[in-house]
């Protein structure tokens, strides 16, 4: 049911590919069959390789005078800041492995906890992170320079999609419960972006 977990039997490019193919237009039929109880490893590994994608296309696109967003669907100015140069370039692609990392474990803990006050986790902790991990196909597009950024929007969207669809086949809830989850999780991280954005925005 996933490519990118059985290596052995497809290799390392068509597992990629096959595997971004499936969640991007048939989410219902992966998460449905998603195994239980495989390496997490693997999944992180393959949200890592997206992010470690978007940044080396990121920079080459600065080489050429254009930017693609990079990152999270919403783009990340930060990062992308750091790939204008072979150095920072350099620097930037031994940070975001660890980046990514910490902030996908962050994220499935947060996601996790909620399911589980709305009563709508029915595996482990393991299974949300692989669900999360998974979920983050749709960022590829941001790659995309010009079109990468005005799709960023419907990006945003069917990654959240995806996340649902995923948790609600993974953990077997309601699609109300874990709808509900989501907005909740992604209503706190627009604050806490919007309180950032308030304290180091310049006094008037």
């Known amino acids: 049911p996933v490519p990118w977990e059985r290596q052995d039997v497809y290799g390392f490019f ?11 237009f048939q989410p219902l039929d992966f998460f449905g069959n998603l195994p239980e109880g495989r390496p997490k490893s693997k999944a992180l590994v393959f949200n890592l390789l997206i992010s470690e994608f978007l940044l080396l296309i990121d920079f ?10 990079l990152g999270s669907p919403g783009g990340n100015e930060a990062m992308g800041a750091m790939t204008g140069s072979p150095t920072s370039f350099l620097l930037a692609l031994l940070l975001v492995p660890v980046v990514i990392s910490v902030g996908v474990y962050l994220d499935a803990w947060v996601t996790h906890l909620l399911l589980l006050l709305f009563r709508s986790s029915k595996k482990s902790f393991d299974e949300t992170f692989r669900v999360l991990c998974y979920s983050a196909a749709p960022t590829v597009l941001t790659a995309v320079p010009v079109a990468g950024q005005l799709l960023s929007p419907v990006i945003l969207v069917w990654y959240m999609a995806l996340q649902a669809i995923g948790l609600k086949k993974c953990h077997e809830g309601a699609y109300t419960q874990t709808l509900a989850a989501i ?21 008037q």
Request: proline share 5%; hydrophobic share 65%; net charge positive.
């Open 60 to 69: 080459m696109w600065s080489l050429a005078g254009l930017r693609a967003r």
């Open 14 to 24: 068509p597992a990629l590919i096959l595997t971004l193919r499936k969640i991007l």
């Open 183 to 203: 907005f909740i999780k992604w209503s706190i991280y627009l604050f806490v972006l919007l309180a950032m954005l308030q304290s180091i925005a310049p006094g």
